[in-house]
C-alpha cells in the first residue's frame, strides 16, 4: 500500500509534513481527565465564547456558495462594494484560493517577508508553486530594495499587517510603494486578520485605487469565531471574479453563515470592539508583567492581540509551562526570531496565570545562563 502511495503522492508532497498548527501540536492536551485546566494561549484566539441562535429550517438545503445577506452585511462593515467581496473557509482559504488562481503551478512564485504567518508559504508549496523570501529588516519594517527586486519573479506578494507573529504594522508609505512597483506584474495581498486591533491601518478603503491590492480578513481573531472558519478577501471585481471559479460550490456551511450573519451585525460589531478593547487593556498588563523579568525582552509590537518575547531559556520555559498546562507558541524556528515566544493575551485570570508561572519558572527553575 505505501509503495503505491509513494507511486502516485504527488512530487511536490513527498517532502512535506502537515501543518503543526496550535491545535495539533497539543491535540492530546485537550482531552485528558486530570485536574489542571489546559490554557490555550497559543493560536491568537480570542479569549470571549460569545453565543448565538440557529434557524435550522433551511439545513436540508444546500448553502448558497455566497450568502448574499452576509456577503452584504460585511461588505458595508468593510466599505466596499458587493462585488469587491468574497466569502470562504477562513482567511487560510482564501490564500490558497489566491494562489490556485493567479499562480500556475510548477512555474510561478510567489514572495513573502518573514518572520510571517506560515499559511503563504505551506499553500504554496502544496500547490507546487515557488516561494521566495525578502525578510524583514532588523525593525521589521519591509526591506523595500529587497522586495521590489523579485518585480516580474512572483505572482503575488503577502504582505501581514499587523503582522504574525512581531505584532507590527507596516506603514501605509511602505505598502503604497509596493503596490506601485507591482502594478502591472503581480498582486499585492494585504492579510488584515488582525486589522481590528489596529483599524486606523486598513488598506481596505484604497481597493479603487489599485487594481492589484487584496486584502485577506477574518473572524478568527476579534470576532472570536476561530471554530467557524469564515474569513473574507477583499479585491477588485476582475480578481473576486476570478476567485470564483476556483471556489468549491458550496464552501459556507449554513450554520456558519447564520453564526457570522450575527457576529457581524451592528450589535455583533459593538460586542466585538468592546472585547478588543477589554484585551487592549489585558494586553498591556500582561506587558508590563512581562517586563518586570529581567530574562525576558520583549520583541516587535503590540498591534494585533498577542505579544512576542525573547529569553535565553526558552526551552526550558516552554517545557515548564506545558507541564502546568499552559500552551504559548514557539517562534524560535522562524526567520530572525531565534529563542522567541508568542503569547496570545487572553482572560485576566489566564494571563495572570501565565505570569505566575513564569514567575515561578524563573524563582525555582530558571539556572542563570
Ligand atoms: C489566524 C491568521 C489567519 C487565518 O485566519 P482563518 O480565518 O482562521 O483561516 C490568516 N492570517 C494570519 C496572519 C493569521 O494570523
Known amino acids: ?27 492530546a492536551s485537550d482531552n485528558n481527565q486530570d485536574a489542571q ?16 441562535v440557529l434557524d435550522c429550517e433551511r439545513l436540508n438545503r444546500y448553502p448558497d456558495c455566497q450568502p448574499r445577506s452576509l456577503i452584504r452585511t460585511y461588505a458595508a462593515y468593510a466599505r466596499v462594494y458587493d462585488t469587491q467581496l468574497l466569502v470562504s473557509r477562513g482567511a ?17 512564485r ?7 504567518y506560515g499559511m503563504y508559504a505551506i499553500s504554496a508549496q502544496t500547490c507546487n508553486v515557488g516561494v521566495d523570501i525578502a525578510p524583514l529588516n532588523a525593525d521589521f519594517t519591509l526591506d523595500l530594495e529587497a522586495i521590489k527586486a523579485f518585480k516580474d519573479k512572483v505572482n503575488v506578494v503577502f504582505i501581514c499587517s499587523p503582522n504574525n507573529p512581531t505584532g507590527t504594522s507596516v506603514a501605509a508609505e511602505q505598502i503604497k510603494q ?9 498582486l499585492v495581498v494585504v492579510d488584515e486578520a488582525y486589522i481590528e486591533f489596529d483599524l486606523k491601518s486598513s488598506f481596505a478603503r484604497r481597493i479603487a485605487d489599485y487594481p492589484n491590492l487584496v486584502i485577506l480578513r477574518t473572524l478568527s481573531k476579534a ?39 450575527q457576529a457581524i451585525s451592528s450589535k455583533g460589531v459593538s460586542i466585538m470592539a468592546e472585547q478588543v478593547n477589554i484585551i487592549g487593556l489585558e494586553k498591556n498588563k500582561l506587558k508590563q508583567g512581562l517586563k518586570a523579568f529581567s530574562e525576558i525582552e520583549l520583541v516587535g509590537d503590540d498591534k494585533a492581540n498577542f505579544i512576542l518575547f525573547r529569553c535565553a531559556q526558552k526551552q526550558a520555559l516552554m517545557d515548564f509551562l506545558v507541564s502546568n498546562k499552559m500552551f504559548i507558541r514557539d517562534q524560535s524556528k522562524q526567520y530572525s526570531l531565534a529563542n522567541c515566544l508568542r503569547i496570545t493575551v487572553g482572560s485576566a485570570q489566564q494571563n495572570a496565570q501565565l505570569l ?14
Open 110 to 116: 510567489i514572495l513573502i517577508c518573514p518572520p510571517t
Open 223 to 261: 470576532f472570536a469565531l476561530a471554530g467557524i472558519r469564515c474569513g473574507f478577501t477583499l479585491a477588485n471585481e476582475a480578481i473576486i471574479h476570478t476567485l470564483l471559479k476556483v471556489i468549491a460550490p458550496y464552501p459556507m456551511p449554513e450554520p456558519v453563515a447564520q453564526i457570522a450573519a
Open 37 to 52: 485546566i489546559p490554557v490555550w494561549l497559543n493560536a491568537n484566539e480570542s479569549p470571549f465564547a460569545n453565543d448565538y
Open 356 to 369: 505566575a508561572l513564569i514567575n515561578q519558572f524563573y524563582q525555582t527553575l530558571g539556572t542563570p545562563t
Open 178 to 186: 509596493v503596490l506601485t512597483h507591482f502594478a502591472d506584474s503581480a
Open 1 to 27: 500500500m505505501t509503495t503505491l502511495v509513494d507511486k502516485l503522492a504527488c512530487e511536490n508532497l513527498k517532502a512535506l509534513v502537515p501543518y503543526e498548527s496550535a491545535r495539533r501540536l497539543f491535540a
Open 92 to 108: 487560510d482559504e482564501g490564500i490558497e484560493l489566491l494562489i490556485r488562481a493567479f499562480c500556475t503551478s510548477g512555474k510561478d
